[in-house]
């Protein structure tokens, strides 16, 4: 009789939850995700319809956000604008110590994406030759943490140096112009300043680029993990296709960015798209950024940027993004 009672009872119990998972999957109507250029899977997901296709039958639609930024993304999940935003590893990690309360789910791509760049006719051909310039940049992104990074290994500080902070398409358009002496810089519109500008790229560090990664709010991973494995269905669907079309992916850039074919074949040339699954390359490499960051003292140095790493990368949908 007990063990009738008590099987009833976590059966009951059980159910009530299974309900409520389906009850609150079934209040989403609408998905909200960005887009963006930095980001060629996200192109390629919004213009073949696959997560509209995937969503379809629970009549979800899908509201698409323009990112500029990873600065962009992150302030548009932290004021709930969007579920889900696509920035760089460290600047994910920034946001996360600062407060942001997202996941990372999810690598889109494996960049070189930003270096240091500066025009032909200022005779910088090093970091050190910094101290004292114009320095465009866009606090928050990848771009701003490898400035920082790399003016920490030539003995330098932001401090060293006149930041002038812009959005990533005016900070190529004051370096072209002549209004600052250097640029932190990011693809595609890096690609084109070396393409159509004669810009140089006097400073590199592949290893110093963070990943590209898909960011979730934890509210909406917490109360819908089964929508947050269809997304990554998709953005699996759209990545294979990207690897197996790359002559569609090139145009796709082309259409959205409205650069000539030889610059995004440039952006290309520095962009992996064969890694999906978040995992421990992703720890290592933002938790190594995090700690020179803190060094730096961009980062509190009471700061656990290690808990802030485990904090903030979840592995738990993994199988959805293999």
């Given at each position: 009789?007990?063990?009738?009672?008590?099987?009833?009872?976590?059966?009951?119990?059980?159910?009530?939850?299974?309900?409520?998972?389906?009850?609150?999957?079934?209040?989403?109507?609408?998905?909200?995700?960005?887009?963006?250029?930095?980001?060629?899977?996200?192109?390629?997901?919004?213009?073949?319809?696959?997560?509209?296709?995937?969503?379809?039958?629970?009549?979800?639609?899908?509201?698409?956000?323009?990112?500029?930024?990873?600065?962009?993304?992150?302030?548009?999940?932290?004021?709930?604008?969007?579920?889900?935003?696509?920035?760089?590893?460290?600047?994910?990690?920034?946001?996360?110590?600062?407060?942001?309360?997202?996941?990372?789910?999810?690598?889109?791509?494996?960049?070189?994406?930003?270096?240091?760049?500066?025009?032909?006719?200022?005779?910088?051909?090093?970091?050190?030759?910094?101290k004292g310039k114009?320095?465009?940049?866009?606090?928050?992104?990848?771009?701003?943490?490898?400035?920082?990074?790399?003016?920490?290994?030539?003995?330098?500080?932001?401090?060293?140096?006149?930041?002038?902070?812009?959005?990533?398409?005016?900070?190529?358009?004051?370096?072209?112009?002549?209004?600052?002496?250097?640029?932190?810089?990011?693809?595609?519109?890096?690609?084109?300043?070396?393409?159509?500008?004669?810009?140089?790229?006097?400073?590199?560090?592949?290893?110093?680029?963070?990943?590209?990664?898909?960011?979730?709010?934890?509210?909406?991973?917490?109360?819908?993990?089964?929508?947050?494995?269809?997304?990554?269905?998709?953005?699996?669907?759209?990545?294979?296709?990207?690897?197996?079309?790359?002559?569609?992916?090139?145009?796709?850039?082309?259409?959205?960015?409205?650069?000539?074919e030889t610059v995004?074949?440039?952006?290309?040339?520095?962009?992996?798209?064969?890694?999906?699954?978040?995992?421990?390359?992703?720890?290592?490499?933002?938790?190594?950024?995090?700690?020179?960051?803190?060094?730096?003292?961009?980062?509190?140095?009471?700061?656990?940027?290690?808990?802030?790493v485990d904090s903030?990368?979840?592995?738990?949908?993994?199988?959805?993004?293999?």
């Amino acid at each position: 009789m007990r063990l009738t009672r008590r099987f009833l009872l976590t059966a009951s119990l059980a159910t009530g939850i299974a309900s409520f998972a389906t009850a609150a999957s079934a209040q989403v109507k609408e998905i909200r995700i960005d887009y963006a250029t930095y980001n060629p899977v996200s192109l390629v997901l919004k213009d073949k319809g696959f997560l509209e296709k995937e969503l379809a039958k629970d009549g979800i639609t899908v509201r698409w956000v323009q990112s500029l930024g990873s600065n962009k993304a992150l302030e548009f999940l932290n004021a709930g604008s969007i579920d889900f935003g696509s920035t760089a590893g460290a600047a994910a990690l920034i946001g996360k110590i600062n407060g942001n309360p997202i996941k990372s789910i999810y690598v889109y791509s494996r960049p070189e994406w930003t270096a240091l760049v500066t025009r032909k006719d200022t005779g910088i051909t090093k970091v050190e030759d910094l101290k004292g310039k114009r320095v465009a940049v866009t606090r928050g992104t990848d771009p701003h943490i490898f400035l920082v990074r790399s003016l920490q290994d030539a003995k330098l500080t932001e401090k060293d140096v006149k930041l002038v902070l812009l959005q990533h398409p005016d900070g190529r358009t004051a370096l072209e112009r002549g209004d600052v002496d250097a640029w932190a810089g990011l693809d595609p519109l890096m690609a084109a300043a070396e393409v159509e500008s004669g810009a140089t790229l006097f400073h590199r560090n592949a290893a110093a680029n963070t990943w590209g990664v898909l960011n979730v709010t934890e509210t909406f991973a917490k109360e819908n993990p089964a929508l947050v494995s269809r997304v990554l269905k998709a953005y699996e669907e759209a990545r294979a296709y990207s690897l197996a079309n790359r002559d569609e992916l090139k145009k796709t850039l082309v259409s959205y960015t409205k650069l000539p074919e030889t610059v995004i074949e440039r952006q290309l040339e520095r962009t992996e798209l064969t890694h999906s699954t978040i995992g421990q390359p992703q720890v290592d490499t933002v938790l190594a950024a995090g700690l020179a960051l803190q060094q730096a003292g961009v980062i509190n140095a009471g700061t656990d940027v290690k808990a802030a790493v485990d904090s903030l990368i979840d592995r738990s949908f993994a199988t959805a993004a293999r």
